[in-house]
């Protein structure tokens, strides 16, 4: 018999039927009614060709068909037990695996990791740095960050909207800074940098003006290393994102309430 085949749900019903020998206690254990049981029973016996179970004077009894196939049945679900527990030991397991890229991790995310991780002294966190994308399956994450217009192909939250700032430090100057992902400036940058947070730490340098995600940036404006020059609506944000399986494990959707404030 495949093992797409097996009567999964009757070889239960045997299991318990066989340490009761009773339909009617095996339903009440099962929470059917006893004609159900009857019913499963009289399945498997169709498809097996074996009788399982004879009424006598004393009662249910098995037969001997149905004795020899109980202690393997039995370790069979003890087996299935343990690949459920096994399966089950990453959502119990309280290490977090987040994808993140460089900038917002420095600038954002670590201090509220920090902070999360101090409600929880089993917590532990692994941080990636995703700017080249996204693969949840090859880095095997629980959770990512991405700058996007939306969440994409994943289920996920928004973390702070799509309002970007443009900042300057203590010297002023109106020359742009340029980062993969900013806006295109209408003259030619002064300076170039790897990143968001690269730009806002140019332009606290005296370099020019950096146009970044608001987001990312409320932590230096209020330490006054930046000042703000202007603010516009843009068409990305920062997401939280991940697929559905690891998007519904506890740890994930404890961490995602937290960051989501």
């Keep these: ?19 009761h020998l ?15 049981v009857g019913q499963q029973i009289r399945a498997l016996e169709d498809t097996l060709g074996v009788v399982l179970f004879r009424r ?3 009662g249910l ?10 202690e393997p ?13 096994a399966i089950q030991a990453g959502q119990t397991s309280k290490t977090l695996t987040i994808a993140a890229p460089r900038d917002f991790t420095a600038k954002w995310l670590a201090a509220r990791l920090a902070i999360y991780g101090r409600t929880d002294p089993e917590l ?9 994308g996204l693969d949840f399956t090859e880095a095997n994450l629980d959770l990512a960050v991405c700058l996007a217009a939306a969440k994409g192909e ?16 203590e010297a002023g100057g109106d020359q742009p800074i340029g980062w993969p992902g900013a806006p295109a400036p209408e003259t030619e940058p ?47 944000g920062y997401w939280l994102v991940a697929p559905v399986p690891q998007w519904r494990q506890k740890k994930v959707k404890a961490l995602v309430e937290a960051l989501a404030e």
């Design 124 to 132: 532990r966190f692994k941080l990636v740095v995703s700017d080249q």
């Design 56 to 58: 006598t004077a004393k």
């Design 61 to 70: 009894e098995l037969t001997p068909e149905g004795e020899a196939g109980l």
């Design 154 to 169: 994943h289920e996920g939250v928004p973390l702070g909207g799509t309002e970007w700032v443009t900042v300057t430090g």
């Design 22 to 36: 009773s339909f009617t206690r095996a339903a009440d254990e099962l929470a059917v009614t006893p004609a159900a």
């Design 1 to 19: 018999m495949k093992r797409t085949h097996l009567p999964l749900n009757a070889l239960r019903v045997l299991d318990a039927a066989a340490r």
């Design 190 to 236: 002064m300076l170039s940098v790897g990143d968001a947070g690269l730009a806002i730490d140019a332009a606290a340098q005296g370099f020019g003006v950096a146009a970044v995600p608001a987001l990312l940036v409320e932590a230096d404006l209020a330490a006054g290393r930046v000042r703000e020059v202007a603010r516009s609506a843009g068409d990305k």
């Design 73 to 85: 049945l039995r370790r069979g679900f003890l087996e299935f037990e343990e690949a459920v527990r």
